[in-house]
């Protein structure tokens, strides 16, 4: 009759054997091993909108769920490891004297029937006498690095001789697992179970609203004295931070720190096609509590450790370089260029008119190495892609460019409505094309790749001369001087009725009237609604060479009111067509105003990662203790002999046996067969 007692005891056994049964600790580890792919592939504390965009919003919340997005601090990860750590710990307490015991013994017991079914046996005659035998077999033995053990004579005179060497390999077995132990305990350590707590039962709590750090409440606030954190700050030139922002789910936690960092200078140097090669910051460290100072320069790989906490150089930006712009007005011709001042990472507001816009600057590049003939090509077909896009609506994509532009910076342009369109406007001119232009990007949402438009550079270089064509193309009042400029061009030296000129004057102003109202698109809307379909080809050809012409006597007049020569040559004549180009291209600028940057004076920042993490000097131990172990298992063998004296029958029977048999094995148990035969007969 089962009494409760022993079912207690049956029951506590039955859990002992499977907590510190191999096959769980193997489970669990096979479990953390793909979380920790998981983990390793999938890039962790990221902005929960950046998951959203990239897996979509079902499976961002699977992923989330399942605490995929912060995979090493996960209520099961840190679970699993617990466990871990206790099966593996109670495997040990379990195997380890055992395996001690194993080590110890020499197996001095052993019968002539288990020797004989050894597949590495040999058996030998002798007529040495048992005392001088024993002798000789025990200096051979040790002579080839075994300890041995001569077992007493048994009823029938036998006498056994056992030896071993490699026990130790054993030792491996106990440091790996014990390994696994200390590097899941530094993992546990480094997971911060007392904020999980705390957490868990509404100390603190996870801020999702843009706070600035001082006001961000202490339910969101960690102290210096938390166990363990990794977290990140930019801090600009000149400036410095005492806090890191810790990236938590959807939000985040502010990590208070026991000193000051200050960011005296920051360097970066370049290859020279642009892209970084190093960056490093000086930067000085003042404890908060002794008002100790310390300075060093950081850099990639080379962190400071103060107190704990190491300081890595991890990134940079832009640290709020103050920017001096012209503003040119795009549909507002009257109007004159204005100058505009802006910093990176602020806004600004504008007018145009009656309307009011935000301009945000975003990041500026001091470098930059930019496809500008991507797969999207320009914005626009341009004036010798209009009869292409009559036929089939589509352009042909540019092959790829990629070069060093120097300088440049990004901003969006928000409208009343909170609707945006950002921008990246560089700021020297680029040579493309046998011509210089000067490019600005646009794109309408952050996953979009910008489009370019190209203003081209007048004689001068600047883009004073595109603007002021551009301004009379748009200038509907100018049209009819336009038109008469170039009816007298056109017609020199013929003699043409009034009406006739009349008629001349009034399609040109047409012409430029669509032209100014949605450029090359417009133009050819209307020549399919207006014309038909078998003459529109000839219709379009004649309708561009009317613009070229009227857009040469655009110039001239816009050159003459500012006082400027109009040389006209072949680069003239090319100016005007890229002018019509640009011009046209502008429609879908989508922008009031084009901002070009004249003056900068750049504040770099520099990106750092904190981290305080006591458990890892502890994964490094156990790291050591995982190399150890595995060198004993897989470099230290365990070989076992036998030798099985017969005075009766003059004969000694040889076993041999080892842990892990190897050709190396077979030779060595050849060796000793011959070396022994040889012994044996002398």
């Known amino acids: 009759m089962n009494t409760p007692n022993a079912f207690h005891r049956r029951l506590s056994q039955n859990i002992f054997e499977l907590l510190s049964s191999m096959r769980l600790a193997i489970s669990l580890l096979t479990v953390l091993a793909i979380a ?107 002579g080839q690095g075994f300890r041995a053990r001569i077992g007493a004579p048994n009823e029938a005179g036998d006498m056994l001789v056992a030896a071993k060497a490699g026990s130790y390999h054993r030792i491996g077995y106990t440091l790996t697992h014990t390994a696994i132990v200390v590097i899941c305990l530094g993992g546990l350590i480094d997971g911060n179970i007392p904020l999980k707590v705390e957490q868990l039962v509404g100390w603190k709590k996870i801020e999702t609203r843009d706070l600035p750090q001082s006001d961000v409440p202490a339910a969101s606030r960690l102290s210096p004295a938390n166990l363990s954190f990794r977290g990140g700050v930019t801090i600009p030139e000149g400036s410095s931070a005492d806090v890191v922002f810790l990236n938590i789910g959807d939000g985040y936690l502010v990590q208070d720190l026991p000193f000051d960092i200050k960011l005296k200078k920051f360097r970066v140097e370049h290859y020279p096609t642009g892209q970084p090669k190093s960056f490093e910051s000086d930067i000085t ?103 292409k896009y009559m036929q089939t609506g589509t352009t042909k994509a540019a092959k790829k460019d990629l070069r060093n532009v120097g300088p440049s910076f990004q901003y969006k342009i928000r409208d009343a409505q909170g609707q945006a369109r950002e921008y990246f406007n560089y700021m020297l001119p680029i040579f493309l094309d046998d011509r210089w232009y000067i490019l600005s990007g646009m794109r309408q949402a952050p996953n979009e790749p910008f489009r370019y438009i190209r203003i081209p550079l007048d004689e001068q270089s600047r883009i004073d001369g595109f603007m002021r064509l551009h301004a009379i193309l748009l200038d509907k009042q100018a049209h009819p001087e336009i038109a008469r400029h170039f009816a007298e061009f056109a017609l020199q030296g013929e003699k043409i009725s009034p009406s006739m000129m009349g008629k001349l004057e009034a399609s040109t102003v047409k012409v430029l009237d669509i032209f100014a109202a949605g450029g090359f698109e417009a133009l050819a809307k209307f020549i399919e609604k207006s014309v038909p379909a078998a003459e529109q080809e000839k219709a379009a050809q004649t309708y561009i060479k009317v613009l070229e012409s009227a857009a040469v ?47 900068f004076d750049e504040v770099m920042a520099s990106g750092l990662q904190l981290t305080r993490s006591p458990g890892k000097n502890i994964v490094y131990g156990g790291s050591l203790l995982l190399v150890l172990g595995v060198f004993f298992m897989f470099y230290v063998r365990e070989r076992r002999i036998w030798l099985l004296v017969k005075p009766q029958s003059e004969t000694v029977l040889f076993a041999m046996s080892t842990n892990r048999k190897t050709m190396d094995f077979e030779q060595e148990f050849n060796r000793h067969k011959e070396q022994l035969a040889r012994l044996l007969k002398e």
């Open 285 to 387: 460290i003042t404890d908060k509590a002794t008002h100790e100072t310390v300075s060093q320069t950081i850099r990639v790989n080379h962190p400071l450790i103060y107190k704990g906490i190491a300081i890595y150089q991890a990134s940079f930006g832009d640290g709020g370089t103050k920017l001096t712009m012209k503003g040119w007005n795009l549909f507002s011709p009257a109007q004159a260029p204005f100058t505009m001042h802006g910093v990176v990472k602020q806004a600004s507001q504008m007018s145009n008119g009656n309307a009011t816009y935000s301009v945000e600057f975003t990041e500026f590049r001091k470098f930059n190495i930019e496809n500008f003939a991507n797969e999207n090509g320009d914005m626009a077909s341009g004036w010798q892609n209009l009869l």
């Open 36 to 142: 920790s792919v998981i983990g390793t592939v999938l890039k962790q504390n990221e902005p929960y909108s950046n998951y959203v965009i990239q897996f979509g919003q079902f499976w961002f919340q699977v992923f989330e769920s399942l605490g995929l997005y912060d995979v090493y601090h996960s209520g099961w990860f840190l679970t699993i490891l617990a466990f871990l750590i206790l099966s593996t710990g109670m495997c040990i307490f379990r195997n380890t004297p055992l395996m001690l015991r194993e080590m110890r013994s020499f197996r001095e017991h052993a019968t002539e029937v288990s020797l004989r079914a050894f597949s590495h046996q040999a058996e030998f005659a002798s007529t040495v006498p048992p005392d001088t035998l024993r002798v000789r077999l025990s200096q051979y033995l040790q």
């Open 553 to 599: 006597s655009a110039y001239r007049i816009a050159q003459a009111k500012a006082g400027q020569p109009a040389t006209m040559n072949d680069s003239t004549l090319r100016f005007v067509r890229d002018s019509l180009n640009t011009t046209s291209d502008l429609f879908s600028y989508g922008a009031p105003v084009y901002l070009q940057l004249s003056e």
